[in-house]
T-cell receptor, first 117, second 112 residues
Framework: AQKVTQAQTEISVVEKEDVTLDCVYE???????LFWYKQPPSGELVFLIR??????QNEISGRYSWNFQKSTSSFNFTITASQVVDSAVYFC??????????????FGKGITLSVRP | DAGVIQSPRHEVTEMGQEVTLRCKPI?????LFWYRQTMMRGLELLIY????????DSGMPEDRFSAKMPNASFSTLKIQPSEPRDSAVYFC??????????FGPGTRLLVL
C-alpha cells in the first residue's frame, strides 16, 4: 500500500529564512508520481509540482526547489528567502502506476508553515 | 480557461437532510475525482470517474454517499441522510490522461 509521511506538522520561520519541508513515501510500484500542493488560508489546493519516478533531477522554480532522492524515498521541498505569502499548509502526495497521474492521490497529513514578518 | 467549478461553496444543513454537491470539471479533462478533507483523516479520495464511468469507489464511506457523472461536464456527490460526522470540506478535481489533478475551491459542509 502506498503511504506518504510528512513528519513535520508545524514550522514557524521569520521572513527571509530558508525552510525545507520533508516528505517520505512508501510504494511497491516502480512507476509512480509525486506531487506537492499548497493550501493557503483561503482553502483551495494549488498544484506546485509533479515528478515521476524516472526523473530524479532536482527542480528549481524561483524561490522554490525540490530534491527527489529515490535512495531514501524522499521528495523534499525548499523555500528560499521565505515570505509571509508562503504561509500555508503544504501537502506531499503520491500516486502509483503507469497512469499514476490519473489514479488516486495519497496525501500526507500536511505541514503548516507560518512565516512571520 | 476556467478551472474546476464547485457549488455550493458553503452548505449548512440539519442532520437527516439530503445534501447535493456539484462539480464541473475543466473542459477536456476525462478524469474526475471527489476528495474529502477532515481534521481527523486529512485528505482522502472518495471516488473517481474516467470518461463518466466510476472506476474506484472504495473510499465512499457508506451507502449514504452516492456519486454520479451523467456527462463529461457535470458530477454530483449526494449524501442522504446527512449526519454531523459528514461535516468536512469536499473537493472535486479533474485531470487529463497523464497530467496533474487540478482541484476546485471545495465545498465546506456543516451538518448540525
Amino acid at each position: 500500500a502506498q503511504k506518504v509521511t510528512q513528519a513535520q506538522t508545524e514550522i514557524s520561520v521569520v521572513e527571509k529564512e530558508d525552510v525545507t519541508l520533508d516528505c517520505v513515501y512508501e510504494t511497491r510500484d516502480t512507476t509512480y508520481y509525486l506531487f506537492w500542493y499548497k493550501q493557503p488560508p483561503s482553502g483551495e489546493l494549488v498544484f506546485l509540482i509533479r515528478r515521476n519516478s524516472f526523473d530524479e533531477q532536482n527542480e528549481i522554480s524561483g524561490r522554490y526547489s525540490w530534491n527527489f532522492q529515490k535512495s531514501t524515498s524522499s521528495f523534499n521541498f525548499t523555500i528560499t528567502a521565505s515570505q509571509v505569502v508562503d504561509s500555508a499548509v503544504y501537502f506531499c502526495a503520491l500516486s502509483e502506476g503507469a497512469t499514476g497521474a490519473n489514479s488516486k492521490l495519497t496525501f500526507g497529513k500536511g505541514i503548516t508553515l507560518s512565516v512571520r514578518p | 480557461d476556467a478551472g474546476v467549478i464547485q457549488s455550493p461553496r458553503h452548505e449548512v444543513t440539519e442532520m437527516g437532510q439530503e445534501v447535493t454537491l456539484r462539480c464541473k470539471p475543466i473542459s477536456g479533462h476525462d478524469y474526475l475525482f471527489w476528495y474529502r478533507q477532515t481534521m481527523m483523516r486529512g485528505l482522502e479520495l472518495l471516488i473517481y470517474f474516467n470518461n463518466n464511468v466510476p472506476i474506484d469507489d472504495s473510499g465512499m464511506p457508506e451507502d449514504r454517499f452516492s456519486a454520479k457523472m451523467p456527462n463529461a461536464s457535470f458530477s454530483t456527490l449526494k449524501i442522504q441522510p446527512s449526519e454531523p460526522r459528514d461535516s468536512a470540506v469536499y473537493f472535486c478535481a479533474s485531470s487529463s490522461r497523464g497530467e496533474t489533478q487540478y482541484f476546485g475551491p471545495g465545498t465546506r459542509l456543516l451538518v448540525l
